[in-house]
């Protein structure tokens, strides 16, 4: 309940330009191309592929996204390790937002979301150098549902990935186009659910107080 409690508190601070809010999150996404090459739509028939694929293994989709500016950007990458979320981290604070005093970044409890994958991925001024820029809110282990980059991955599987994509550089390609599309229109993402309604409809989750038997 911390957990959700200061996610909760952080997206309910006001916008600071000098500390922008950071959600960031990731995805799998299998790369396939067509066993059979898909047939255009003809009058009376729609497009048509074979439900036949080929693998070409698979990438991850980082994702980050700034709520209250309407950005978010896509890195792709082959493996979901500690060292690619160093380096999604790194390029957060040196390319994305090199201006901000301090990233206000929730993300997810995973054993790869640690600053010792900085320290594996970087020397160690550089690892403490980025650790240091970022103001870290974890969301609760089974409360990934707090985290709003999981909205934007949501668009993201519907409006572009929900197809067959072929190789890293169409997936990279790809993905780009689709953040690039929605940054120009500065889609935002709008919060409403709090600490106080939490108390409210969760009610049932949170521990029972108790009694100190001591006085």
Sequence with gaps: ???????????????????????????????????????????????????????????????????????????????????EWAHAMRALVDDHFPAAARIVLVLDNLNTHTPAALYRAFPPAEAKRIWDKLEVHYTPKHGSWLNMAELELSALARQCLRRRIPDDATLTAETAAWAAERN???VRLRWTFTAADARTKLAHLYPVPQPDNDR
Aim: with cysteine.
């Design 184 to 186: 120009a229109a500065r």
């Design 1 to 83: 309940m911390a957990a959700m409690e200061d996610v909760l508190d952080v997206y309910a601070r006001p916008p600071d330009p000098a500390r922008p809010l950071v959600c960031f999150d990731e995805a799998g996404k299998e790369l396939q191309t067509h066993a059979r090459p898909p047939l255009p739509p003809v009058p009376g028939h729609p497009a048509r592929e074979d439900y036949e694929y080929v693998r070409h293994g698979s990438a991850t989709c980082f994702l980050a996204c700034a709520p209250h500016l309407g950005w978010r950007a896509v890195a792709v990458a082959r493996r979901r390790t500690g060292i």
